[in-house]
């Protein structure tokens, strides 16, 4: 009877990315963990306050505001960028320099730092020099980002559409590219339609980049912190407020550690949970299949 | 380490957790776990019950600080049961 012997060594060529991963992440979060259980008034005057923060927090109306914007703006960029990000890989040229060309073109805007991004739209967005602005007035509609909360949005929506769609585009372009033509042979033979194509072998190839793309998107957007800063200021009042720039108010404007510290913790969690739940689902989904 | 501000109850909470990876890796090379369904609506192998259990741990303890004036003691014991549940019959 020959005995399967299990060899352990490739945990050692693990260990310096779990190091890295500890001083970059696990380190950090264990030290907020127990600033949101103190009052800190300096680093060497805090006292233990127990869930105190924690009570403050959950019963704070500005955070569940900033909550539920922030589910609203995730849940709006992602029912657009996804199936845009779709659209376009299937649009996209494969073969010759028009593929080259368009790869290029598709990935600019990911390549533009964020805080440009913001600065790009919010001359962009202007009535009286920007591009968009102008035109949006002289087609006779009354915009106005910094005024109108209804702009704002739009704005907000408009500029993580245009960053952040050619990620998925891109993910799509690939996994897309990684079919194989038999697939497309057979669905010939058959005189598949269209969308018999796409619905039944470029959808479910794709399923796997779709995971990645959304879960990415998801976090990333519900981290968004950069872009609305620097193109709203999270205004009008707090119109455009996102989680992140409300706990960056609490925690570096009014320098409140311990309540700030609870609120990233809630943040985390809640976080940790939507891409679980999302994850999950979509992998069983998968099994099913 | 002062830099990091530890508390007793902040380290006892992180030895807690140490504890229970160490002893679930430990447990993992003795007896290899296979997935199962139990009473969750999905498969899951020993690590998923334990994810899930510690999640939904911090929320309830969330949902305690935020609803009740009930002493947080009491939600680490409902905790520490409806973990011993999730990982014997999850």
Redesign the interface.
């Known amino acids: 009877m020959q005995i399967k012997v299990e060899n352990n060594k490739a945990w050692f060529l693990v260990l310096p990315v779990f190091i890295i991963v500890a001083f970059s992440a696990i380190?950090p979060l264990?030290?907020v963990?127990?600033?949101s259980?103190?009052d800190?008034f300096d680093?060497y005057t805090?006292y233990?306050v127990?869930?105190e923060w924690?009570?403050q927090v959950?019963?704070d109306s500005r955070l569940h505001e900033a909550l539920i914007r922030q589910f609203i703006f995730s849940f709006t960029i992602l029912i657009i960028e996804v199936p845009l990000g779709i659209c376009v890989a299937l649009m996209m040229p494969t073969k010759g320099r028009g593929a080259s060309l368009a790869l290029i073109l598709v990935a600019i805007p990911l390549l533009i730092p964020w805080n440009v991004v913001g600065t790009i739209w919010q001359i962009f967005g202007r009535a009286d020099i920007g591009l968009f602005g102008a035109f949006m007035t002289n087609i006779g509609i009354d915009y106005n980002y910094s005024s109108n909360p209804i702009d704002a949005w739009l704005t907000v929506v408009l500029m993580d559409v245009w960053h952040w769609t050619p990620l998925i585009a891109l993910l799509c372009y690939s996994g897309l590219r990684s079919i194989p033509e038999v697939y497309y042979q057979a669905a010939r033979i058959d005189q598949a339609s269209r969308w018999a194509v796409f619905r039944y072998i470029q959808l479910p190839k794709l399923a796997n980049v779709l995971v990645i793309g959304m879960l990415l998107r998801f976090m990333d957007s519900f981290m968004i912190y950069t872009e609305p800063f620097v193109l709203t200021g999270g205004g009008p009042g707090t119109a455009t407020t996102f989680l992140s720039q409300s706990l960056v108010q609490q925690a570096i404007g009014q320098f409140d550690i311990g309540p700030a510290a609870a609120f990233s913790l809630?943040y985390f969690?809640i976080i940790?949970?939507v891409c679980?739940v999302f994850y999950?689902t979509i992998m069983?989904m998968q099994k099913d299949k | 380490m002062a830099w990091m501000s530890w508390t007793l109850p902040t380290a006892l909470f992180f030895t807690g957790i140490a504890v229970i990876l160490v002893g679930m890796t430990a447990w993992q090379i003795i007896s290899p776990c296979v997935e199962r369904r139990g009473f969750l609506p999905l498969a899951t192998t020993r690590g998923d019950r334990l994810f899930i259990g510690l999640l939904s741990s911090a929320f309830i303890h969330l949902a305690f600080v935020a609803l009740t004036d009930v002493n947080i003691a009491v939600a680490t014991v409902l905790c520490v049961l409806w973990m011993i549940i999730l990982m014997r019959w999850g």
Do not use: A, D, S
């Open positions: 380190i264990m030290t963990v127990n600033y259980v103190q800190i680093p805090r233990f127990g869930t924690f009570e959950m019963q809630v969690l940790l949970l679980w999950t069983n």
